[in-house]
C-alpha cells in the first residue's frame, strides 16, 4: 500500500492553490492524496478565506473548507483517491502528525493572514523543521503546477552527501522528464587567499577542484535515466541555492536536525524562485 501525499489547507487561496500541485504531485506518483484541516489554523493565520468560500457560515466553514479543496483535487484529476481529515487541533501538528505516515506533506508559504508572499508563514515554518518525511514549501510562480510549469530542472543542493536527498531529487527529475542540476557550493577563506604563501596567484583554484571532486563522489550512483548536470558555484550555499532557483521548478535541500531549520535551509525556504522539498536526512 502506497502512502498518502498530504496537503494542508486553511481556506485560503494560497491553500487551495497548494491542493492543485498536491494533486498533480500524487498522481505524478501514483499515491492517493489527504487533505487535512487543522481547525485552531484561524488562531495564528486570520479569517481571509478563498473566494469560493465567502458565503460560508462560521458553523460550516470547516466542513466547506475541507470540502471545497477535495472537489478542487478531484476536478484537476477524476481518477485521484482523494480523503479528507478535519482535526481540532493546530496546523502545524496536525500536519506533522499526519505526515508520520506520509510520503510527503505539500503546504503553501503564507496562509490566511495576507502577509507578501515573500515572508514565510510560521505553519509552513514550523512544518518544514519538523516533519519526518519530505515536505515541499511552494515559493514562487508555481503556476499551480507540479508539471509543466516553465520545463526547468529539478535542483538539488550537493553539501555531505546524504542518501535521502539525492535519491528523492533523482526521482523527482525522473518522473518530470528533467535534468537534475546537481549544486556545490564553496568558499575560499578570505585569509588563505590574502596570506597563504601556496597559493598565491590562484588562491581558490584547490577549493574549487575539491568541491567537484566532492560533487562527483555524491554522484557516483546517479541513475542512467536521469541527465546530470554538475555545477560548482563559488559562494555560501544561503546565496547560491536561490540564485539556481531562478530557472528551476523544483529546488530540493535537506534538514540534519529535527525541529529546527539550518541557516541555508532558512535562508533557502525565504528566497527560493521555485517550490523547496525539504527532506529529513537519517543519520
Given at each position: 500500500?502506497?502512502l498518502?501525499?498530504?496537503?494542508?489547507?486553511d481556506?485560503?487561496?494560497?491553500?487551495?492553490?497548494?491542493v492543485?500541485?498536491?494533486a498533480?504531485?500524487?498522481?505524478l506518483?501514483?499515491?492517493?492524496?489527504?487533505v487535512?484541516?487543522?481547525?485552531l489554523?484561524?488562531?495564528?493565520?486570520?479569517?481571509?478565506?478563498?473566494?469560493?468560500?465567502?458565503?460560508?457560515?462560521?458553523?460550516?466553514r470547516?466542513?466547506?473548507?475541507?470540502?471545497?479543496?477535495?472537489?478542487?483535487?478531484?476536478?484537476?484529476?477524476?481518477?485521484?483517491v482523494v480523503?479528507?481529515?478535519t482535526v481540532?487541533?493546530?496546523?502545524?501538528?496536525?500536519?506533522?502528525?499526519?505526515?508520520?505516515?506520509?510520503?510527503?506533506?505539500?503546504?503553501?508559504?503564507r496562509?490566511?493572514?495576507g502577509?507578501?508572499?515573500?515572508?514565510?508563514?510560521?505553519v509552513?515554518?514550523?512544518?518544514?523543521a519538523?516533519?519526518d518525511?519530505p515536505?515541499?514549501?511552494?515559493?514562487?510562480?508555481?503556476?499551480?503546477?507540479?508539471?509543466?510549469?516553465?520545463?526547468?530542472?529539478?535542483?538539488?543542493?550537493v553539501?555531505?552527501?546524504s542518501?535521502?536527498?539525492?535519491?528523492l531529487?533523482?526521482?523527482?527529475?525522473?518522473?518530470?522528464?528533467?535534468?537534475?542540476?546537481a549544486?556545490?557550493?564553496?568558499?575560499?577563506?578570505?585569509h588563505e587567499?590574502?596570506?597563504?604563501?601556496l597559493?598565491?596567484?590562484?588562491?581558490?583554484?584547490?577549493?574549487?577542484?575539491?568541491?567537484?571532486?566532492?560533487?562527483?563522489?555524491a554522484?557516483?550512483?546517479?541513475?542512467?535515466?536521469v541527465?546530470?548536470?554538475r555545477?560548482?558555484?563559488?559562494?555560501?550555499?544561503?546565496?547560491?541555492?536561490?540564485?539556481?532557483?531562478?530557472?528551476?521548478?523544483?529546488?530540493?535541500?535537506?534538514?540534519?536536525?529535527?525541529g529546527?531549520?539550518?541557516r541555508?535551509?532558512?535562508?533557502?525556504?525565504?528566497?527560493?524562485?521555485?517550490?523547496?522539498?525539504?527532506?529529513?536526512?537519517?543519520?
Amino acid at each position: 500500500m502506497y502512502l498518502p501525499l498530504v496537503v494542508g489547507v486553511d481556506g485560503s487561496e494560497p491553500s487551495l492553490r497548494a491542493v492543485d500541485w498536491a494533486a498533480d504531485e500524487a498522481a505524478l506518483h501514483a499515491v492517493p492524496l489527504l487533505v487535512v484541516f487543522g481547525t485552531l489554523w484561524e488562531r495564528y493565520e486570520g479569517a481571509a478565506l478563498a473566494r469560493e468560500l465567502d458565503g460560508a457560515s462560521a458553523d460550516a466553514r470547516a466542513d466547506d473548507i475541507i470540502e471545497a479543496a477535495a472537489r478542487r483535487a478531484r476536478r484537476r484529476h477524476p481518477h485521484l483517491v482523494v480523503t479528507t481529515e478535519t482535526v481540532p487541533d493546530e496546523a502545524e501538528h496536525a500536519l506533522v502528525c499526519a505526515g508520520r505516515n506520509a510520503s510527503m506533506i505539500i503546504v503553501g508559504s503564507r496562509g490566511r493572514s495576507g502577509i507578501a508572499d515573500r515572508l514565510l508563514g510560521s505553519v509552513s515554518r514550523t512544518v518544514a523543521a519538523g516533519s519526518d518525511c519530505p515536505v515541499v514549501v511552494l515559493r514562487g510562480n508555481h503556476d499551480n503546477r507540479a508539471l509543466g510549469g516553465g520545463n526547468g530542472p529539478v535542483v538539488v543542493g550537493v553539501g555531505e552527501p546524504s542518501a535521502s536527498v539525492l535519491r528523492l531529487a533523482f526521482t523527482e527529475a525522473r518522473l518530470r522528464d528533467v535534468p537534475l542540476a546537481a549544486v556545490r557550493a564553496w568558499r575560499c577563506p578570505a585569509h588563505e587567499a590574502i596570506d597563504h604563501p601556496l597559493l598565491a596567484g590562484e588562491p581558490v583554484r584547490p577549493y574549487e577542484q575539491r568541491a567537484a571532486r566532492e560533487l562527483e563522489a555524491a554522484l557516483e550512483d546517479a541513475p542512467p535515466d536521469v541527465a546530470v548536470r554538475r555545477h560548482t558555484v563559488e559562494g555560501p550555499a544561503r546565496a547560491v541555492l536561490p540564485a539556481a532557483s531562478a530557472e528551476a521548478d523544483l529546488l530540493v535541500i535537506g534538514r540534519r536536525t529535527q525541529g529546527r531549520l539550518g541557516r541555508v535551509a532558512h535562508a533557502v525556504l525565504h528566497r527560493s524562485a521555485c517550490p523547496v522539498v525539504v527532506v529529513p536526512e537519517r543519520t
